[in-house]
Nanobody, 121 residues
Framework: VQLQASGGGLVQAGGSLRLSCAASGRSFSTYGMGWFRQAPGKEREFVAAINWSGGSTDYADSVKDRFTISRDNAKNTVYLQMNSLKPEDTAVYYC???????????????WGQGTQVTVSS
């Protein structure tokens, strides 16, 4: 499966963005999906994940209650709605997919190219 992330940009603190990750290939609905981010000089970190049906989700503590992950299997797309953005959310955001599972600890097989999110104070 190939993943294409989009929707990043520059936003002021307190603002919102919605990231999209479009998947090509068949059987998107059988993949667990995740969002990760990497800030300059820092390691990549888990942000959110969703299971194949969209019925289960998981979030990093730092984004819980501000970010929402969702998916539309008919459109082969996963979303990350980001509200109440903070300067510390600035990073390159990556989507990832894996057939074996979902969540923070999965070693995802497929990765998108990343989209830059910059939050100004």
């Amino acid at each position: 499966v190939q993943l294409q992330a989009s929707g990043g940009g520059l936003v002021q603190a307190g603002g919102s963005l919605r990231l999209s990750c479009a998947a090509s290939g068949r059987s998107f609905s059988t993949y667990g999906m995740g969002w990760f981010r990497q800030a300059p000089g820092k390691e990549r970190e888990f942000v959110a994940a969703i299971n194949w049906s969209g019925g289960s989700t998981d979030y990093a503590d730092s984004v819980k209650d501000r970010f929402t992950i969702s998916r539309d299997n008919a459109k082969n797309t996963v979303y990350l709605q980001m509200n109440s953005l903070k300067p510390e959310d600035t990073a390159v955001y990556y989507c990832a997919a894996d057939k074996r599972g979902w969540g923070a600890l999965v070693s995802y097989d497929y990765w998108g190219q990343g989209t830059q999110v910059t939050v100004s104070s």
